[in-house]
């Protein structure tokens, strides 16, 4: 079975504090994605990747970034974390580029103070 | 772009009956659908995905049947069971997405004894 995992299921942060979310697959997929889920909103992408040391800014990009040095791990970065960056946050892996399924981390629950 | 958007935010159904879980979108250029179920404090995990080039496709108690003449998207669950509770969503490809998965809103699906 795929495994992605994400390593922090619960993190408390301060404003203005750098967060690292960092997330690993098993499967060697090519494709990584981080998503922010919020209630009323759904799954909304904030960037992913297609390959190692690649990235592409999905729709709400704005105060991330990424990091992609091995296949297997992509890392999400908040470089000031403010309150409104308190979500839960969501990496995938993919084999098929677009049209194939995703497979999901348990999430990781930031909550900016 | 793609707007991805579920008919009932929530739906409570009895313990054996049938449930249906209604998703619309928008782009006819789409190709790939895909429902994905979430338990509370868990990361989406993939129930059925369809093609464009099918219009009903069955798994194990699910069905999923795909209208592309109105845009719709139906899940399709028998004998709903109290673990079948769960938030459901939706998601859709089309070849304007390259590589991402447009995701609804999701439903709330609630059984009761």
């Known amino acids: 079975d795929v495994k992605v995992t994400q390593s922090s299921r619960y993190l408390v942060k301060r404003t203005g504090e750098k967060v690292f979310l960092e997330c690993v697959q098993d499967m060697d997929h090519e494709n990584m994605f981080w998503y922010r889920q919020d209630p009323g909103l759904g799954l909304r992408l904030i960037y992913f990747?297609?390959?190692?040391?690649?990235?592409e800014k999905g729709d709400i990009p704005e105060g991330y970034s990424v990091s992609r040095e091995k296949k297997e791990r992509f890392s999400l970065i908040l470089e000031s974390a403010s309150t409104n960056q308190t979500s839960m946050y969501l990496c995938?892996?993919?084999?098929?580029?677009?049209?194939?399924?995703?497979?999901f981390g348990e999430g990781s629950r930031l909550t900016v103070l | 772009g793609e707007s991805v958007g579920l008919h009932l935010p929530t739906l409570s159904v009895q313990e054996g009956d049938n449930s249906i879980i209604n998703c619309a979108y928008s782009?006819?250029?789409?190709?790939?659908f895909i429902w994905y179920k979430q338990e509370s404090g868990k990361g989406p995990q993939f129930i059925i995905d369809?093609?464009?080039?099918?219009d009903k496709r069955q798994g194990q108690r699910v069905t999923v049947l795909l209208n592309k003449t109105v845009k719709h998207l139906s899940l399709q669950i028998a004998a709903t069971q109290p673990g079948d509770s769960a938030v459901y969503f939706c998601a859709v490809h089309n070849s304007n997405s390259g590589y991402a998965l447009n995701f609804g809103k999701g439903t709330s699906l609630l059984v009761t004894p």
């Open positions: 995938a892996s993919s084999l098929f580029s677009g049209a194939g399924e995703l497979f």
């Open positions: 369809i093609r464009s080039n099918m």
């Open positions: 782009n006819s250029a789409s190709d790939y």
């Open positions: 990747s297609y390959d190692v040391k690649m990235k």
